[in-house]
Each structure stands twice: as C-alpha cells, then as structure tokens.
C-alpha cells in the first residue's frame, strides 16, 4: 500500500518522452519539425489537465491538503502563542494525570499476574458466615482434605509467614518470610535466577532446612555474589541452607507488610506448627492453589461446597451447626486488588472527568477563536473551500493541539511516574510493577484522539455552519455575539461546571472522611509517644525457646520495661501486643478469639468473640486511656495470682447490656479446664484495628499473664524517635543480641501510615477538584468577557440611550449566573446519582452528606459570580462615544 | 493522416480504457505513446485515444497493481517509461474482457439484427 510515491516530475519527463516520440513518429510521416511538434500537442490535449489529473488520482491531493493543514494549523497556533500556552499545558497536565494514574491501573487492577496461567490460580477460605466470620484459620487435617478429598486442584500451597529474626550477622535483623508447601514455585511456574527452588523431593514434615532468597535480600546482604548457594542463614535460631535466587520480577501472592525476603518451605503437621488434629485450627489463613485443567471456578466451588457439607456432617463436634463452616475461592488477582480497586477507579474517574474539563475548556477558548475568525471562515467558504475540507482543517489544528498536549502529558508523567509513586500509599499491591508501557501509551493516544475530538469537533462543525452573507457582513462590521456560537459556548461552560461539581462533590465527600478520621478521639493521644517493634524468634523445637514459658518471659518484659523507663527522657514504658492502627490484617483472625462468658449458657457462647489485646500495666497510662470504672492493671497482675482481663466499652455494650461487668468472669478459647479471668476494668474504646474501623470488641489481658510473642514497645517521651531508636536497640539487644527491633517510630507517624491511603486519594482527588474549579472560574470568565468585548458597540448604544452602569453591570452578571446556576444543579444531579459508589471509601459521612452537596454549589457559584463579576465591570467602562465611533 | 478525420473517430465508452490498455501490453512491454499508437492502428483507426487520458489511466492501473513501470530506452533510442502487465493486471484482463464480451453481446440483442 506505501509504496514509495511517484513524483510529479517523474510524470512530465513521461509525458515529455510521449510528446517527443510522436512528434518523431509524425516527422517520419515527412512533417516539418514544427508542425509534427504541434500536431503531437494537440493530440495529447491538454498538458496541465493531465498533470492536474495525475495529481488528483493518487494520494497527492490528500497527502498534500494535510501537510497544508498541518502548516497551517502550526501557524495558527504560533500566532496565538497564550492560547496555545494555556491549551498546552492544560492538556498535558490532564493526559499527564490520566497517564500516571492509569499506569498503576494498568499494572495493579488490569495486567494479569505475572505467574504461568494465572487466571487459573485461586485463593481459599474458610468462612463460618453463621458467626460473620471470614477467612478464618484452619487445622492441618483441613488442609490435607482440600489436597486429597477436594479433587478441584492441580496443585496447593498453604502460605504463611510475617516476621523472621535473621541472626548471626553483624545485628539481628528482622526479615519477611514467607513459609509455603513445597508445590509453591511450580504451581505458580516461579524460575530462579540462581541455584534452584524447593519443591515436593525436599518434603519435611516441619520446616525443611533450605530456603530460597529474593533478588533483592540476596543483592543487599550478600553483594549479589552467585557463591551464596549453600550459605547458611541463621532464622528464629535455625539454620538454614540457601540453595536458590529468585529472578527479580517474582512477587508473593499474598498482601504483606514488606516485600518477601525468605521463602522457606515447611509441611506443617511437625514442630513448631501445631499438632496435626483437627479442632486445632492454628494455620493462619492463607492457602493459594490452581485449579484443575478443564474446571471451572463454579464447578470447583460447586465440589468444595458439598466436601465442607460432608465434613460438617462427618465431624459435628468441630463444626457446629451455627458456624456454617464453609471453603470459598476467588480469583487470587481479585483477592489480591479487591480491596484497593474502589479507590483506583474513583481516582481514575477523577483524572478522566478533569481532563474532559480541560477538553470542554479548549472546546470554548477554540470557539471564541472560531467566532473571531468567522470571516475568515466565510471568505474560504465563498472562495469554493468544501465544508468537508472546512472540517477537516479545523479538526486537524485541533489534533495536533491535541497530540502535542498528549506528548507533554507523557513525557511528564514519564519523567515524574517515579515521583508520583513515592506518594502512593504501599499498601496497595503490586506497585513495583508499575511502569509505563505500550498499553499506557496506547491509552494516552486514545485520550488525546478523544480529547481532540471533543474540543474540534463542536466547533469544527459549526465553522460550516456560518451564513455567508451575514457573516462577511458582520465580521466587517464587527458586532456579533451571534445566537448560534453564543448558545453552543454556553451548553459548554454548563458541561463544564457541571463536571467541576461532581469532582468536587467527590473530593469533597474524600477531605470531610479524612478531617473526620483525624480529628475524631482515637481513645488514646499518640503526641509524645514512640513505638518500637521486637519480635522473639520461635525455633523449630519448643525446647530452644527460651520465651516459652510464662515466668521467664515475664522476667523479660520486666527488665525490659526497666531498662527502657531508665532510659533518658522516657516518662513512661509499657509493652503491647497490638499497637494500635498498625494492624495490617483487618479482622487478625489470631486476635479474634473465641470467648465464653461464664454466666451465659456454653451453647449459646459459641458465637461470642473479641479481641484479644496483651499489654503491660502502665500501657493505658502511656497512651493516657481514660478509664471507665474499676482499675488499671497493676504489677501484681502476675501468673499464679487472680487472672484479670480489662474491657473497652464496646465489649461491655455487647455483651453485658444491662449489668455492670466488673467482676463477671470470661475464658479465652474453648478448653473447659482454662481458669476464669475476671473483670477488673472498664476503658473507653481505643481505636486498635484502624481508625476507620468501630464496633471490635476488645479484651486486654496482663502480658505478665498471658505473654506474646511479637510485641511492640510504647513509650511516653517528649523525644523524637530518631533520637530514641539507636538507644532502644542497643537496651534490647544488650540483654538478647537474638531480638530484632524494627519500625522505631513516633505513633503519630503510625497513625498517619494508617490513613495514607486515604490522605492519598483525597488530595488528590481534592487536587482535581480545585483545578477543576479554576478551569470552569475561567470559562465563565473567558466566555463572559469575550461576550463583552463582542457586543461593546451594543452596549454603547445602549448606554448613549440612557441605561445606567447598574442596568449594564446587571444583565452581564445576570448571564454568568443563569450559565453558574444551570450547571451546578446539572453537576448535583449527577453527583447525587454517582456518589453512592464512593460509599466504600467513606468513613461518618453519607455519599448524600448535605454539607458537601451544600457547601460545593455554593462554592462554585461564588466563584462564578466573580469570575461574572469582572467582565461585567469592563463592560459598565465601555465609553459610549468611542463604541459607536469604531463600529 | 493522423491529424485529420479525428472527428469521424469513435469516443472511447467510460472504463474502456483500462481493459484497452491491458490488452495491448499482454503482447509485452510498451510505453505510454506506443499503447496510444497500438490501439489506434488495432482498431483500424477507428477508435480515438486521447493521448492526455492515457497517462492518468495508466496512473490508475500501476497504482491498482495490475501493471508496473520502469524507464527504459525505445527503439528509436529513446528514454521512455515501459509498462508492462502483471499476474494480476493478468488476471483482471480475462475478468474485464469476459464482461466487456457479454456487455456487448447484451446490447447486441437489444438492438437486433441490422439489414443495411
């Protein structure tokens, strides 16, 4: 088809050669030189009709016509360089956010996972949906029925994992593992860049003793050196023996709190796992596998239903009938974004909703140029331009707008994609693959083609429309804000507000959940307290660990928290297990613990649970707690004495409505020997699970009572934590050297990792917003005061006729706000019927809160209304005498 | 001779042209005014080929594949560009002469036998 084009030049030297030949043919015939020349031109016709038809056959004409275009269309732009300024950088900052934005789209919600077959690969859960819970943990012989009895998958894996304490280096360190069966990497068609991976020949009914390491771990702890195969590592006391490097592109299919350093590979049914029985569901959920070939996720969930029926059936002291035990799965890559889709899409109809307001905007300063350069448009028109050539110019100025807006945008969410993502929350997952790639750019085009459309196409089709006559009349004379552009311009800027509207409803709605979360009483104050966090390894074999037991332990916490209280500038030290809002497991089925209330019947308590907190007597003095009723734990809250727990109101609501709680007796678990612990205190609720979550009942038991593996250390302090982190280590680690203490940080800082998701998307979204308000302020203002300038010699007559400044001021005010009224009702209606899907990302605000669907019209109108404002003050400055002189 | 009488010779009917122009080159490569003087001296003069059409006619063709071009020198040495048909422009040929034969075949009947 492109073949290279023949030239113009080419075609005469033909014709040329034509006319010679028969100019010789006739001489042959005895003609003069002459007369065969004539004769030879007269019988080829006419030349340059030829030639014009030669031109005209091929793909010159369009060809040409749209280098003529494009000249023109640059020339346009460059003679209007604020105009084209202004269109340039607001398309580049829309397609700019609209590239950045759905880069991580792209990467996180729509790219499929980067394992081999991955639509195949599903995540299970047992749910008990009778006790409202999911994703509970299991017992190893559940998750032998899933391999065995199941006959939906190929191949499983149960993953588990958190902390590691890595020691035998120069200071322990904490490390992420990962713990999974040994079909893990070929289930998932994992490749190691070095040595090899685990897999079924390494069976281990425990831990096995090989592990594989990241790109990453193996390039920061060992230089990337490749003798680090057979190297062992040191993990919660065990050796361990590296046999492979996973390639860099490998990620865990799971939501962690940091990325994987160690994936070991274990059978979990011997030590330290628990004993292989059923009720002793001590597996934290967690299980991936893949489905087998030919089955569809309906008839492997349809077979996982009816095996959980005959279990329930098989075994009724395990599952009681109320639970509901029950086995789901769902897609992994739904598992594994499902939680942070709503805000993608909100932020991506965000991007999109701003640059289709830039788009309207350019729409209406392209327009006002259409109306000024109406006679210009006549004049082509009666010197024989095709409306469809008309067109076609008008859309080509706008493409290529359109495409240098397209490439500014790119190139700017290019070099800023890096910046940007530093501000992403790490929460949400697979951020690391973010990148831009052809699908990205693909994307880019199209929103440049579709915003170049939108901005040329209305006012490329009106340029056709213009009345001949009447406009080279009237572009002579200078007059008009005709009827037809004026009407056009005006549904624009209503679009356009509209638009603005929704946006800022949108952010609106974001800000107020976000003001509410800081501002609302997390039942603690976090100023002047830092948190560090310590875990203590667990070996292999109970009998190595020295922090099994209750009364060493204790000893432990005690010296401690007496270190840490001598340290300089620390008022104040306790130890807990669940420092609050840094929870990453919502719903920690660890923490949610079956509970039995001694004066309720066994049957009907099967249902009741609460979280289970362990803390040291002076943690709610440290966070400054307010205490209800009873007391506070004490020292002698120890083994061997009372078993006490301390409630949150929550708690006492739930479950002791009408009586006072103190001194009733609860028990943890469903061991019927376990000794009662009793009520000794009522506090007010402290927002432990994230700020955004209420109603989790919690229970805080004695950590001197009831000890903890991982724990975090809170300290009042008026220092900061970087002042306190060398020296909180070196206290730890002087009396363990085993101990690794991670995340030193003020607990304001932890608060506001808690909520970055959220701050996320609400400045951004609150960011849009604004620009948003600023494009739509200056298209009333554009429109208005093009307006005014246009219709300057109507409103000299008019004021050399009598009317007052007032009467002038008011009927271009009036027109402001008529256009600032129409679109924002138009924008609360749409906002009004869209908010609801924002419901998810709010917290104490409806998608309806009347502030925001109060305060944004306002807002908008007043801005409006200045924006009206100041063209309506030139127009009262309009001299009458000098008006009517120059029309 | 062939400056005089033009206006007793047959217009070329539309789309003509093109099947005329593939026809001549199945005997080989020619050029542009060769194909002019070919058609006329085939029709016994009868047809008239404006020497001016033929060119964007044979535009048309080499940009519809159906014959290619290249420069050349002619017999009476001198540089000329050659057409010449392609398996395609081949192919078109059977197409457009069997259509041509039952377009004329059709009129034929339409107008009947002639006793002159």
Same mark, same amino acid.
């Given at each position: 088809m492109f073949r290279p084009k023949r030239k113009t030049s080419d075609f005469g030297a033909e014709i040329e050669a034509h006319i010679e030949l028969e100019t010789e043919r006739l001489r042959e015939q005895g003609l003069s030189h002459e007369d065969a020349r004539t004769a030879a031109r007269r019988a080829f016709g006419n030349v340059t009709r030829a030639q014009e038809r030669f031109y005209e056959s091929g793909r010159w004409l369009w060809w040409d016509d749209f280098w003529h275009d494009l000249r023109y269309a640059l020339r346009m732009l460059r003679k209007q360089p604020a105009f084209t300024l202004v269109a340039i950088l607001t398309l580049a900052l829309g397609v700019g956010a609209n590239v950045a934005i759905f880069s991580i789209v792209n990467a996180v919600l729509l790219r499929s996972l980067s394992y081999r077959d991955p639509g195949r690969l599903v995540r299970v859960s047992f749910n008990e949906p009778g006790l409202g819970l999911r994703d509970i943990t =299991?017992?190893?012989?559940?998750? #032998? #029925?899933?391999?065995?009895?199941?006959?939906?998958?190929?191949?499983?894996?149960?993953?588990?994992?958190?902390? *590691?304490?890595?020691?035998?280096?120069?200071?322990?360190?904490?490390?992420?593992?990962? *713990?999974? $069966?040994? #079909?893990?990497?070929? @289930?998932?068609?994992? /490749?190691?860049?070095?040595?090899?991976?685990?897999?079924?020949?390494?069976?281990?009914?425990?831990?096995?003793?090989?592990? /594989?390491?990241?790109?990453? =771990?193996?390039?920061?702890?060992?230089?990337?050196?490749? #003798?680090?195969? $057979?190297?062992?590592?040191?993990?919660?006391?065990?050796?361990?023996?590296? /046999? $492979? *490097?996973?390639?860099?592109?490998? %990620?865990?299919?799971?939501?962690?709190?940091?990325?994987?350093? *160690?994936?070991?590979?274990?059978?979990?049914?011997?030590?330290?796992?628990?004993?292989?029985?059923r009720s002793n569901r001590g597996l934290n959920p967690g299980i991936v596998a893949r489905l087998k070939p030919g089955l569809t996720l309906a008839q492997a969930q349809a077979r996982l239903t009816s095996l959980a029926a005959q279990l329930r059936h098989d075994f009724p002291a395990d599952y009681p009938v109320q639970a509901g035990w029950t086995i789901e799965i769902q897609p992994l890559q739904e598992f594994l974004v499902g939680n942070v889709r709503t805000m993608l899409l909100v932020l991506m109809a965000a991007v999109m909703l701003i640059v289709f307001i830039v788009s309207l905007n350019i729409a209406n300063l392209i327009l006002a140029r259409a109306s000024a350069r109406q006679q210009e448009m006549a004049v082509r028109l009666a010197l024989g331009a095709s409306p469809g050539r008309m067109v076609r110019q008008a859309l080509t100025e706008s493409l290529l707008l359109s495409f240098i807006g397209g490439l500014a945008g790119c190139a700017s969410a290019f070099a800023t994609l890096g910046f940007i993502l530093r501000f992403v929350p790490p929460s949400i997952p697979r951020l690391s693959e973010v990148r831009i790639d052809w699908v990205v750019l693909l994307f880019a085009l199209l929103i440049s083609i579709l915003t170049g459309l939108v901005f040329g196409f209305v006012p490329a089709l009106h340029s056709t429309k213009v009345a001949l006559s009447s406009a080279i009349r009237e572009g002579g004379r200078g007059s008009g804000y005709s009827t037809r552009t004026g009407r056009l311009r005006d549904v624009l800027i209503v679009s356009e507000l509209a638009f603005a509207v929704v946006l800022m409803v949108g952010a609106g709605l974001l800000l107020r959940t976000l003001r509410d979360l800081l501002q609302q009483n997390p039942g603690f104050d976090p100023t002047q307290v830092v948190a560090a966090n310590v875990w203590i390894p667990v070996p292999d074999d109970p009998k190595d660990d020295l922090y099994r037991s209750i009364a060493p332990k204790a000893a432990f916490d005690r010296e401690l928290l007496r270190r840490m209280k001598a340290m300089p500038g620390v008022e104040l030290a306790a130890i807990t297990s669940d420092l609050p809002t840094s929870n990453h497991t919502v719903n920690d089925p660890q923490g949610n613990d079956v509970l039995a209330i001694e004066d309720r019947a066994l049957e009907s308590s099967k249902d009741l649970r609460a979280e289970r907190i362990r803390v040291s007597p002076d943690y709610f003095k440290v966070m400054q707690s307010t205490l209800v009723a009873g007391r506070f734990f004490s020292e002698g809250d120890e083994d061997g004495k009372l078993p006490v727990v301390i409630i949150d109101e929550t708690t006492a609501r739930k479950y002791w409505p009408a009586r006072d709680p103190l001194g009733r007796r609860v028990r943890f678990g469903q061991d019927p020997t376990q000794p009662w612990m009793t009520v000794v205190g009522i506090v007010k609720d402290i927002k432990s699970d994230g700020l955004d979550i209420d109603g989790v009942p919690h229970i805080y038991v004695s950590v001197y009572q009831n000890p903890n593996r991982a724990f975090s250390v809170v300290l009042r302090t008026s220092l900061p934590a970087a002042v306190l982190d060398s020296q909180i280590r070196h206290e730890i680690q002087s009396m363990d050297p085993g101990l690794p203490v991670f995340n030193v940080s003020s607990m304001n800082d932890v608060l506001d990792r808690s909520l970055a998701s959220r701050r996320f998307s609400a400045q951004l979204v609150g960011g849009f917003a604004g620009l948003a308000l600023l494009l739509a302020s200056l298209g009333i203002y554009g429109l208005l005061?093009? @307006?005014? !300038?246009?219709? !300057?010699?109507?409103?000299?007559?008019?004021?050399?006729?009598?009317?007052?400044?007032?009467?002038?001021?008011?009927?271009?005010?009036?027109?402001? @706000?008529?256009?600032?009224?129409?679109?924002?009702?138009? $924008?609360?209606?749409?906002?009004?019927?869209?908010? !609801?899907?924002?419901?998810?990302?709010?917290?104490?605000?409806?998608? %309806?809160?009347?502030?925001?669907?109060?305060?944004?019209?306002?807002?908008? =109108?007043?801005v409006a209304v200045v924006a009206s404002y100041l063209p309506a003050r030139r127009a009262t400055k309009v001299d009458p005498m000098i008006a009517l002189r120059e029309a | 001779m062939s400056t005089q009488g033009t206006e007793d010779r047959l217009e070329l009917l539309q789309g003509t042209l093109d099947l005329l122009i593939l026809r001549t080159l199945i005997f080989g490569s020619q050029h542009g005014q060769g194909i002019a003087r070919a058609i006329q001296q085939t029709s016994d003069e009868e047809l008239l080929v404006e020497h001016g059409a033929l060119y964007p006619a044979l535009q048309r063709l080499e940009e519809r594949g159906w014959i290619s071009a290249k420069w050349g020198v002619s017999t009476n040495n001198r540089r000329a560009r050659f057409y010449s048909l392609t398996s395609a422009g081949r192919k078109q040929l059977g197409k457009e002469t069997a259509k041509w034969k039952r377009t004329a075949a059709a009129i034929e009947r339409i107008l009947g036998p002639e006793e002159t």
């Amino acid at each position: 088809m492109f073949r290279p084009k023949r030239k113009t030049s080419d075609f005469g030297a033909e014709i040329e050669a034509h006319i010679e030949l028969e100019t010789e043919r006739l001489r042959e015939q005895g003609l003069s030189h002459e007369d065969a020349r004539t004769a030879a031109r007269r019988a080829f016709g006419n030349v340059t009709r030829a030639q014009e038809r030669f031109y005209e056959s091929g793909r010159w004409l369009w060809w040409d016509d749209f280098w003529h275009d494009l000249r023109y269309a640059l020339r346009m732009l460059r003679k209007q360089p604020a105009f084209t300024l202004v269109a340039i950088l607001t398309l580049a900052l829309g397609v700019g956010a609209n590239v950045a934005i759905f880069s991580i789209v792209n990467a996180v919600l729509l790219r499929s996972l980067s394992y081999r077959d991955p639509g195949r690969l599903v995540r299970v859960s047992f749910n008990e949906p009778g006790l409202g819970l999911r994703d509970i943990t =299991f017992s190893k012989p559940e998750l #032998d #029925d899933l391999a065995t009895r199941a006959d939906v998958f190929a191949q499983m894996s149960a993953i588990a994992g958190g902390n *590691v304490a890595m020691t035998g280096v120069k200071q322990a360190e904490r490390l992420e593992l990962a *713990v999974t $069966g040994f #079909d893990y990497f070929t @289930m998932l068609g994992a /490749v190691p860049e070095l040595g090899r991976l685990y897999g079924p020949q390494d069976y281990d009914p425990g831990f096995s003793p090989y592990a /594989v390491i990241s790109d990453a =771990f193996w390039r920061r702890e060992f230089g990337g050196t490749p #003798d680090v195969l $057979g190297r062992t590592i040191t993990l919660d006391g065990d050796p361990s023996t590296i /046999v $492979g *490097v996973l390639a860099p592109g490998f %990620h865990h299919p799971a939501v962690t709190a940091g990325n994987v350093d *160690v994936w070991c590979p274990a059978g979990f049914s011997a030590d330290p796992f628990p004993k292989p029985i059923r009720s002793n569901r001590g597996l934290n959920p967690g299980i991936v596998a893949r489905l087998k070939p030919g089955l569809t996720l309906a008839q492997a969930q349809a077979r996982l239903t009816s095996l959980a029926a005959q279990l329930r059936h098989d075994f009724p002291a395990d599952y009681p009938v109320q639970a509901g035990w029950t086995i789901e799965i769902q897609p992994l890559q739904e598992f594994l974004v499902g939680n942070v889709r709503t805000m993608l899409l909100v932020l991506m109809a965000a991007v999109m909703l701003i640059v289709f307001i830039v788009s309207l905007n350019i729409a209406n300063l392209i327009l006002a140029r259409a109306s000024a350069r109406q006679q210009e448009m006549a004049v082509r028109l009666a010197l024989g331009a095709s409306p469809g050539r008309m067109v076609r110019q008008a859309l080509t100025e706008s493409l290529l707008l359109s495409f240098i807006g397209g490439l500014a945008g790119c190139a700017s969410a290019f070099a800023t994609l890096g910046f940007i993502l530093r501000f992403v929350p790490p929460s949400i997952p697979r951020l690391s693959e973010v990148r831009i790639d052809w699908v990205v750019l693909l994307f880019a085009l199209l929103i440049s083609i579709l915003t170049g459309l939108v901005f040329g196409f209305v006012p490329a089709l009106h340029s056709t429309k213009v009345a001949l006559s009447s406009a080279i009349r009237e572009g002579g004379r200078g007059s008009g804000y005709s009827t037809r552009t004026g009407r056009l311009r005006d549904v624009l800027i209503v679009s356009e507000l509209a638009f603005a509207v929704v946006l800022m409803v949108g952010a609106g709605l974001l800000l107020r959940t976000l003001r509410d979360l800081l501002q609302q009483n997390p039942g603690f104050d976090p100023t002047q307290v830092v948190a560090a966090n310590v875990w203590i390894p667990v070996p292999d074999d109970p009998k190595d660990d020295l922090y099994r037991s209750i009364a060493p332990k204790a000893a432990f916490d005690r010296e401690l928290l007496r270190r840490m209280k001598a340290m300089p500038g620390v008022e104040l030290a306790a130890i807990t297990s669940d420092l609050p809002t840094s929870n990453h497991t919502v719903n920690d089925p660890q923490g949610n613990d079956v509970l039995a209330i001694e004066d309720r019947a066994l049957e009907s308590s099967k249902d009741l649970r609460a979280e289970r907190i362990r803390v040291s007597p002076d943690y709610f003095k440290v966070m400054q707690s307010t205490l209800v009723a009873g007391r506070f734990f004490s020292e002698g809250d120890e083994d061997g004495k009372l078993p006490v727990v301390i409630i949150d109101e929550t708690t006492a609501r739930k479950y002791w409505p009408a009586r006072d709680p103190l001194g009733r007796r609860v028990r943890f678990g469903q061991d019927p020997t376990q000794p009662w612990m009793t009520v000794v205190g009522i506090v007010k609720d402290i927002k432990s699970d994230g700020l955004d979550i209420d109603g989790v009942p919690h229970i805080y038991v004695s950590v001197y009572q009831n000890p903890n593996r991982a724990f975090s250390v809170v300290l009042r302090t008026s220092l900061p934590a970087a002042v306190l982190d060398s020296q909180i280590r070196h206290e730890i680690q002087s009396m363990d050297p085993g101990l690794p203490v991670f995340n030193v940080s003020s607990m304001n800082d932890v608060l506001d990792r808690s909520l970055a998701s959220r701050r996320f998307s609400a400045q951004l979204v609150g960011g849009f917003a604004g620009l948003a308000l600023l494009l739509a302020s200056l298209g009333i203002y554009g429109l208005l005061a093009y @307006m005014v !300038s246009q219709r !300057s010699r109507e409103i000299g007559v008019r004021m050399a006729l009598g009317a007052q400044r007032a009467n002038i001021l008011k009927l271009i005010l009036q027109k402001g @706000m008529v256009l600032a009224g129409v679109g924002v009702i138009a $924008g609360v209606i749409l906002s009004a019927s869209t908010a !609801s899907m924002m419901a998810s990302l709010l917290y104490g605000v409806r998608p %309806h809160d009347p502030a925001v669907f109060l305060v944004v019209p306002l807002l908008l =109108f007043a801005v409006a209304v200045v924006a009206s404002y100041l063209p309506a003050r030139r127009a009262t400055k309009v001299d009458p005498m000098i008006a009517l002189r120059e029309a | 001779m062939s400056t005089q009488g033009t206006e007793d010779r047959l217009e070329l009917l539309q789309g003509t042209l093109d099947l005329l122009i593939l026809r001549t080159l199945i005997f080989g490569s020619q050029h542009g005014q060769g194909i002019a003087r070919a058609i006329q001296q085939t029709s016994d003069e009868e047809l008239l080929v404006e020497h001016g059409a033929l060119y964007p006619a044979l535009q048309r063709l080499e940009e519809r594949g159906w014959i290619s071009a290249k420069w050349g020198v002619s017999t009476n040495n001198r540089r000329a560009r050659f057409y010449s048909l392609t398996s395609a422009g081949r192919k078109q040929l059977g197409k457009e002469t069997a259509k041509w034969k039952r377009t004329a075949a059709a009129i034929e009947r339409i107008l009947g036998p002639e006793e002159t």
